[in-house]
């Protein structure tokens, strides 16, 4: 038996089905006028305070960013002594760069002050991170472990200097030891090792703050499910702490490779003290080389072969940062 459909207007897919027709398109219902729909009024709201708002800020970093490193690129294309007119050169400074020794040498430096010092200060911070999270009087300690990285790196080059001099406190000690051939801590083969010890020294309380304060953030409530559960302290780790902070761990990863790529004073001040007043080579970083074939008095400056220098450090950082964006990368955990 076949049910007829009930006489009315209707026109929809109902009435179809019953005359055997196929059921026409339903066409969406238009948005009122002052809707929230795509061009409704928060749409050209939005549009609206675009520029107002966000304008002035690209604007500043367009001119505080942008231009000087377009400007630095185009100076990079010539060989110019930072007077006078300039001479194009293309990418002849860049490949002149690859086939230095010493700018190689420094970019070496620059990576083993990245990597080396990177891991060093990363396993001591999480280290203390786990030993301090349950200690009493944390903040205080937190607070001490944090002030060498307060500390002007001049400092640290006239406490090395006190410590490692010939006739230092190290040298005295040993000697009261029985050792009266002491090593020579700031010959130019022990200096860039000492440079990688400070820098270990001033950074690993910076990092120990951030993160504690990611793990601080953790709900107790965590801590006593995994008690009850019986998990031990490496189940906690790997369960809990590195799950609901490896986005802090992954900030605290992009800001070290950043700093590491321009670290310039420290080198500076431990090796400055030579006749020249110019580092040791073996110690020079990648800032340091850009510095040193700018302005270092001895021969006529090359700007083109300093800024190349610059953008060939500045891509380093730019490929290493979206690296690590990319190996991070896991889903948020909400907590």
């Not at 903040?139 to 500390?151: A, D, E, G, M, W």
Request: overall charge positive.
């Amino acid at each position: 038996m076949i049910r007829t459909a009930p006489a009315g207007p209707d026109t929809g897919p109902a009435a179809d089905s019953a005359t055997g027709q196929e059921p026409g398109p339903v066409r969406p219902e238009r948005a009122r006028p002052g809707g929230t729909a795509a061009g409704g009024t928060l749409a050209r709201q939005r549009r609206r305070l675009f520029v107002p708002f966000v304008g002035p800020a690209l604007l500043l970093y367009t001119v505080v960013f942008v231009a000087p490193i377009g400007g630095a690129v185009w100076i990079s294309l010539h060989n110019w002594a930072g007077s006078g007119p300039m001479t194009w050169a293309g990418l002849r400074n860049y490949t002149r760069l690859l086939h230095d020794d010493l700018f190689v040498e420094s970019l070496g430096n620059t990576l083993k002050l990245l990597f080396l010092v990177g891991i060093a200060v990363f396993a001591i911070s999480f280290a203390l991170t786990l030993i301090l999270r349950d200690m009493a009087g944390r903040k205080v300690v937190r607070s001490i472990i944090f002030f060498p990285h307060l500390v002007n790196a001049l400092v640290y080059g006239v406490l090395v200097g006190f410590i490692f001099n010939p006739d230092g406190l190290a040298n005295s000690l040993l000697a009261h030891l029985g050792i009266h051939s002491p090593p020579q801590w700031l010959s130019q083969d022990n200096m860039f090792p000492l440079i990688m010890v400070t820098m270990t020294w001033m950074t690993t309380g910076y990092f120990t703050t951030i993160l504690m304060a990611g793990v601080d953030r953790i709900p107790v409530s965590y801590y006593e499910d995994c008690a009850l559960a019986g998990a031990g302290a490496l189940e906690r780790l790997r369960y809990v702490v590195l799950p609901l902070t490896w986005d802090v761990f992954g900030v605290c990863a992009v800001l070290w490779t950043i700093s590491s790529v321009k670290i310039f004073e420290i080198v500076w001040i431990f090796g400055g003290s030579s006749g020249n007043g110019i580092p040791p080579t073996k110690t020079w970083t990648s800032a340091v080389y850009t510095y040193a074939t700018a302005f270092s008095g001895d021969s006529v400056p090359s700007y083109g072969a300093a800024t190349a220098s610059a953008i060939l450090s500045l891509l380093l950082v730019t490929v290493l940062v979206v690296l690590l964006r990319r190996l991070m990368r896991r889903e948020a955990v909400e907590f």
